[in-house]
């Protein structure tokens, strides 16, 4: 035993524990596989609301982006897959082409509406210098990239179906196939 682990090991286990402990913590939290936010599921009314002010100075309809969050994650900020995280479930290199913060803030619903936002910007801002926009193919293009979309013409048509029935009213050009939360409670 003397000769598998250095004397400090054999004195003191404990303190080797507790650095491996703090070691895996670090990766963790870093990789993303513990998330460092609490368990906040805020209010479809309060999604809703922060949504509305982060689209106004951009212009973009703040009822289509709720529809993109709905469908991409039914508003579960702890949404996540192998390629994307958040309400808004931007994958990695999408979040890099828009912002300069850390991957892991992915988790913040707030900041993930933030970039998500500006990622819809900047696919819509790609769509219109190619004379390409609206808000169906806007939708195609956060859903699937916009090399995607550019691969397959930008024609609605060439892409595959989809099951999900919020994006089938979106790619169908709806920009409001989900009802903002105050709307859905006037109509009950």
Request: glycine residues 4%; contains cysteine; aromatic residues 12%.
């Amino acid at each position: 035993m003397k000769k598998l682990f250095p004397k400090f090991i054999q004195r003191r286990p404990w303190l080797t524990l507790i650095a491996l402990a703090a070691l895996f913590l670090t990766y963790s939290l870093l990789t993303g596989a513990i998330h460092p936010f609490p368990s906040e599921h805020p209010s479809h009314e309060a999604i809703y609301a922060y949504i509305e002010r982060t689209c106004e100075p951009s212009g973009l309809d703040p009822q289509f982006v709720y529809s993109i969050a709905m469908a991409e994650s039914s508003l579960n900020p702890r949404a996540r897959t192998r390629h994307a995280r958040g309400i808004m479930q931007l994958s990695p290199e999408a979040w890099r082409n828009v912002s300069k913060e850390p991957y892991r803030k992915a988790w913040d619903w707030q900041t993930n509406i933030q970039v998500g936002v500006k990622y819809l910007n900047f696919c819509r801002h790609q769509l219109e210098r190619k004379h390409q926009f609206s808000y169906a193919k806007l939708a195609a293009a956060y859903h699937y990239g916009l090399g995607y979309l550019e691969k397959h013409d930008y024609n609605l048509k060439h892409i595959p179906k989809q099951n999900n029935l919020i994006y089938k009213k979106l790619f169908s050009g709806s920009l409001d196939p989900v009802p903002a939360p105050e709307e859905a409670a006037e109509d009950a």
